[in-house]
């Protein structure tokens, strides 16, 4: 009966060879138009500043300093939290909110979530989030797939914090700490437990890709074994896949167990290459948290998630390339801010000059990381912008972004209030398009020929 299991070892060679163009992408639109659902299950009280303040956080410059953060927040409010974040989730996504986005076009949405939407995750003696996000994900979710909207489940806020002094990462502080075995382990446990998810639980039935990690620290240098957990990351989705039913490429899939338990199945798998310590590890720790769940059985879908990265030139000095941990379809992920500097000069004829001329995409895939797609980017600035520039503006990176997989704006709204000031107006996407900034069909621009003034030779 598990004879599949024993050769493991021997095909994961052929697997790794497979060549890129068999990793379709499946359940993926052919060209990707969307948003992020930012502030909704991971808040940065930047985007939504009088709401932040009428639930009783805080204001201040530096977010480490005050209740700025959903872990602050939970730490000074235990008693309250879970209400306060149950009426924000409600509110800040809901079927209105669906309705605009398929009105404007938008055919897939990234959801930034925080590792401790598994709740069985969090360490509540040095630990403090909210609880019930689980069930509003399966809402959000339901409410998409009514509207034929498809999910890339991002995991923004990781174990430990990925990157210092960051409100996304749900703990702004200076002490990172996911770079740690410990801290590996759990979000590959994390990982492990989202693709169980999207595959027995029919709420998710639109989640068709898992992305490891949020904006990792950038400096190589001081991420030590990422490279490893990218790899070990891969291998959990799969081997979780395995167990599921699942063909996965190179491997086949685990003969159905009778009693529809695939967690009984794991004590009988062979150790092999994909099964490795740390992923018979990772998954014997996941199953208690399954049962806790009540997720027991087989996939309800026989197509394999994609995986998905931040792509290798995010980091510099030595960066570990992701395209090495693939088995099976894989997508890459790049972000482009413009206004925090260090791109462009700040100026109109600098922006349209370097987007114009964006290489992004033949970097990436000269190193194998295709196809990518930009799953962060905005109209920010660092200059006054006209309203002629900004429709010049989205114009131009959607032409960019739209040269491979597609694109992914940050966010689909933020706040509208007078704390929040001109806020909407460069960082929502429904904005965007009620001024006229973005066109109607997402896939259409204003001016096909933007960019014709700035391209070098």
Known sequence: MLAVALALRSTLISACLLPAVLASLPGLPSKIYGV?????????????????????????????????????????????????????WLSWFNEDDVNALVDAGINTVRIPLGYWIVEALVDRKTEFYPRGGLTQLRRGLQLLHNAGIVAIL??????GVQTAGQMFTGNCTSDVEFYTPYNYHRALIWTSVM???????????????????????????????????QKNFVRVVRATEFLLGVPTP????????????????????SDSALFTAEVRSVLQDTVPILLQLG?????????????????????????????????????????????????????????LTSICNLNRIQADAALGDSPLWFGEWGLPTQFDATDDFLSKWA???????SKDAGWLFWNFKVEKSELAGNLSREWSYLEGVRLGYFTKDPSQVHNASVCDPYIIA
């Open 295 to 351: 997720v027991i059985g087989l996939s309800h879908r026989k197509t394999p998630l994609i995986t998905n990265f931040m792509d290798i030139n995010w980091q510099f000095n030595n960066p570990a390339n992701p395209a090495d941990a693939q088995i099976g379809p894989q997508g890459y992920d790049n972000h482009l801010y413009y206004v925090f500097g260090g791109v462009a000069d700040a100026n109109p004829d600098a922006y």
């Open 154 to 159: 991002d995991h923004h806020a990781l174990p």
């Open 195 to 229: 693709t169980t998810l999207s595959h027995v639980d029919t709420a998710f039935a639109n989640a068709v890709a898992i992305e490891a990690v949020n904006e990792p620290i950038m400096n190589a240098d001081q991420t030590p074994d990422y490279g490893d957990f």
């Open 395 to 401: 114009d131009a990176q959607k032409l960019a972004y």
């Open 250 to 269: 190179g491997f086949g899939a685990m003969p159905a167990p009778a009693n529809g338990n695939f967690t009984a199945m794991l004590p009988h798998v």
């Open 36 to 88: 992020n659902l930012g502030s909704w299950l991971v808040l940065e009280s930047w985007m939504l500043p009088q709401e932040w303040l009428d639930m009783g956080g805080q204001q201040c410059d530096e977010c480490s300093s005050c209740i700025a953060t959903e872990f602050a927040f939970a730490k000074a409010f235990p008693d309250t939290v879970d209400k306060k974040f149950e009426e924000h």
